[in-house]
């Protein structure tokens, strides 16, 4: 089965600072990768995705992701983080051989300092 | 614009009554899912239905059913809500997903459930 790790739990930047979160995911065959970002009280906004190609994406907002096979990891960045940037993160992964399940990670809460 | 609405943003119900979410989309998507989520913590999906096909997840309590009564709307009954059941509930959308490429889901803006 697979299963997505996300090690921080809380992230604290500054405004303007640049920004990172990890993303590992476990399966066996070709992921589907996506980015989720949820404000409070809201659902979830569909950031950026990788399915092949290219292993260097851009989203919206600003935020690119880098798959990397080798490390099993598919991290989030932004280079200037802005206040609005503030809300919970979502890494996910879809299998299509697990009847297209979409798997989620724990959450990154990201809280930005003026 | 296309999207996912849900209906009520927030509902309050009392400890065993039956409660009805409502889901409905204007993206013409053929797959429907809805997702439990507890306080900081990730979606859990509960079921999902692909047409008029509906898939249960194993660990998902009796206790939750589900209708879609046609392809724009779909409902999460909840028959006896206990307290542990309060939590976000999310419906999402996605267009034929047994060809082809995986196809994304959209998430509506979710309903908070209260439980008294």
């Known amino acids: 089965a697979q299963s997505v790790t996300q090690p921080d739990i809380h992230i604290t930047v500054s405004e303007g600072a640049s920004l990172e979160l990890r993303c590992n995911y476990s399966?066996?065959?070709?992921?589907?990768l996506f980015w989720y970002v949820q404000s409070p009280g809201q659902g979830l906004q569909l950031l950026l995705k990788y399915f092949s190609g290219d292993t260097l994406v851009q989203g919206i907002k600003g935020f690119e992701a880098e798959f990397k096979r080798s490390q099993s990891s598919f991290n989030l960045r932004k280079p200037s983080v802005h206040w609005s940037d503030a809300a919970e993160y979502f890494c996910a992964v879809g299998a299509r051989a697990a009847g297209n399940k979409l798997t989620f990670g724990g959450g990154t809460r990201v809280l930005v300092k003026p | 614009d296309a999207m996912v609405i849900q209906n009520p943003r927030y509902q309050v119900t009392q400890f065993g009554k039956p409660v009805t979410l409502s889901c409905s989309q204007t993206?013409?998507?053929?797959?429907m899912y809805w997702y439990q989520q507890k306080s900081s913590q990730a979606p859990k999906l509960l079921f999902h239905?692909?047409?008029?096909?509906?898939?249960n997840e194993a660990d998902t309590p009796d206790n939750f059913q589900s209708r879609r009564p046609n392809t724009s709307f779909c409902f999460l009954d909840i028959r006896s809500p206990g307290l542990g059941d309060a939590a976000m509930y999310l419906c999402a959308t996605s267009r034929d997903q047994r060809q082809g490429s995986y196809n994304e889901q959209f998430f509506g803006p979710g309903t908070r459930l209260t439980v008294l």
């Open positions: 993206l013409n998507h053929n797959v």
């Open positions: 239905y692909y047409d008029k096909d509906f898939n």
């Open positions: 399966y066996g065959a070709t992921p589907y």
